[in-house]
């Protein structure tokens, strides 16, 4: 727990004052975004019905690793079966999952409104997959530093830690329409 604590303190430390990349730079804004929120809203195909498969999305909690001037990447969740999402990802694991800078205090200082495309969102699209045991320990670092009351959540749900394995980007962070970022380009750059 103590070097829990001490990594959150020099996260917030070196992570203050780091701000959003040019936008002539869509793969660090990629990077930038999905650090920055704390959730995103996923969409699935519903396997229930009666909107067996239409589009579902709900909000989930999420973490590419703790606060500090930058994460993996990789958005990490905290899940369980009895999640209305999960079942449908039990049937069919594409999703996509949108995140956006409105969540965060810089459109607001801005007064950009979230639809806004100075409001910098990115949208991925791939599969929610469980993680491995290493990995899960990378996950629950991610996750319950920046999500703490996850680590209280009721044992008897089977939580499990999962990743969105991205095959897709999509950047609005200016006009003139979207910009599409590789995973390799968003994986290999600095943020």
């Not at 579902?56 to 905290?78: C, E, I, K, Q």
């Not at 369980?80 to 965060?104: H, W």
Request: aromatic content about 12%; some cysteine.
């Amino acid at each position: 727990m103590r070097r829990l604590l001490l990594l959150l303190l020099w996260a917030l430390v070196v992570g203050a004052g780091a701000g959003i990349p040019p936008h002539e730079d869509a793969a660090r804004v990629a990077r930038y975004v999905a650090h920055q929120c704390d959730w995103g809203a996923l969409a699935t195909l519903s396997a229930r019905e009666p909107l067996r498969g239409r589009p579902f999305a709900n909000v989930f909690s999420l973490s590419d690793g703790p606060p500090g001037p930058r994460g993996s990447g990789v958005p990490y969740l905290y899940l369980t079966a009895l999640e209305v999402s999960v079942r449908d990802l039990q049937v069919d694991a594409n999703a996509s999952l949108t995140v956006s800078l409105a969540q965060t205090p810089y459109c607001k200082k801005k007064g950009y409104d979230p639809q806004n495309p100075l409001c910098a969102h990115v949208i991925f699209s791939g599969t929610v997959d469980k993680v491995n045991d290493t990995e899960a320990v990378f996950a629950k670092l991610s996750l319950f530093s920046r999500h703490p009351e996850m680590a209280s959540w009721p044992p008897d749900h089977n939580w499990f830690f999962a990743k969105f394995n991205i095959t897709n980007i999509w950047v609005l962070d200016y006009f003139g329409g979207l910009k599409t970022v590789t995973p390799q380009e968003y994986y290999n750059v600095t943020p």
